[in-house]
Structures are given as C-alpha cells and as structure tokens.
C-alpha cells in the first residue's frame, strides 16, 4: 500500500494517469461542438489558450488543438524531470485502475464532504449549478471533463504552487506560506465560476461551496497528487450533471 501511495502522487506516474482524461476532455469537447459556430470549452482551458496565443502564433502554431498539445509536452517533459525516481523504471499500470476507484470513491464522498464543512461556515440551503443558458448536455459534459484537468492545473498546481514558492522566495515560514496560499487560490477558484458569458450569477452560498471546495482539492492535491485530484474533481462533476443539477 506505501508503494501503491508513493508511486501514483509522483510527477511522472501522476502525469500519465492524466492523459485518457486529456483524451477523454478533447474528444468530447470536439464532439459537443461539431456544427456549432460558437466553441464552448471548459473556462481554465480558454484562460490557458488566451494567455499562450501570442506565444504560440509566434512559433507558427494556433488553434485549440495546438494549445494543449503544447500544454501536454511542456508539463510531460517537466513531470519527468522532476521524477528521477520513476522516470526510468517500468510503468505500473496495474496501479491506474485503483487510482481510478480511488477517486470515484473520492468523487462520491467530496459533495457531502463540502456541505458539511460549508454548512460550519454558512448554515443556509445550498443551490448549485453548472454552466450557462444555452449549453447542451454534451458540452456540460466536456466542460465537467475540463473542469478536473485544467482547473486543476490552474488553480492548484500553478496558482497555488507558484504563490507558495513566491511566499517562500520572499521569506516566509512553511505554514503562513501555505495557509495564505490555499486561502487565496481557493478564492480566485471560486470567483473564477462566475465570470464569462457562461459564469453562474453570483450568490453567496455557491461561492462558499466553492470555496470551500478549492481548499479540500488543494487538500488532496498535497496528499495524493495532481492526478487523483484531477480525476476526482472532473467525475464529482460528472455526477452532479448525471444528476441533475447541472
């Protein structure tokens, strides 16, 4: 079990489980948009492809595809580098379909989790919703695919890993560093659902959920990796649309 825990919250290991995910997103975002002259994608993938346009134009490349193409090769080549340990060892496959159980069950367990927690902070009704007036089923759904690679990719692993390291470049001790780093991505995660033609309007009980919801993720990106944590968030949203309350 030590190893089964070690190995998948590695970099390289973490990064591969990944990729039917990346797959999965991108086949059922070109799907959902097919005749559609208005693209819909999940919103941290369109903040990533507007920040990286003028850079990839300069290089000659454009379009969605490109984007994550080029996502996928800058941050597989640094997942392996930053893994010496697993980088050149065989790949343990038998280990990807527990750690997608793990994180079904995690999926299953994080709502009632987050209302529980939420419900200490604001004792009120919770009403959520998913996506704006006008998107079909099957752009929920890729948007909900989406949702756990890039808004984790965005909000954890670069918003929150890069204010930690800037917060520890400027001297502060580990905890307040993390605390105040958590606390802020999780509150730019939240806000980040309401922008946008497609943003929810604002109210105070989904903000806090969501909230909320950005610190247990950053919860569970510390102790089980990038991967879990993406494919825990993608199918807890993937469920709540199954459900209804998309």
Known sequence: MKHYLDY??????SFLFTLPLLLLYHLTTVAANLGRSQAVVNGA????????????AALGLGGWLATGLVLTTIFGVAAYRADAAHRKSPVR?????????????????????????????????????????????????AVSL?????????????????????????????GPAVAVSVLAASFIFSAFHYIGPLGDPFRLDSFTFRFVAGMVLAGLFAARG?????????????????????
């Open 8 to 13: 998948t919250r590695s970099p390289w290991p």
């Open 45 to 56: 993938d369109g903040l990533l492809q507007g920040l990286l346009a003028p850079f990839l």
């Open 93 to 141: 496959r038998g280990y990807f379909v527990p750690m997608l159980l793990e994180s079904t069950v995690y999926a299953l367990l994080f709502g009632s989790v987050v209302v529980f927690l939420v419900s200490l902070i604001l004792p009120i009704p919770l009403r959520l919703q998913m996506g704006g007036p006008g998107i079909t089923p099957l752009q929920k759904l």
């Open 146 to 174: 989406g949702a756990g690679l890039y808004e984790e990719l965005v909000f954890r692993l670069l918003l929150t890993g890069g204010l930690l390291w800037f917060l520890r470049k400027l001297g502060w001790k580990p």
């Open 226 to 246: 990038f991967a879990v944590a993406a494919w825990t968030h993608a199918l807890y949203d993937v469920f709540l649309l199954v459900m209804g309350r998309g």
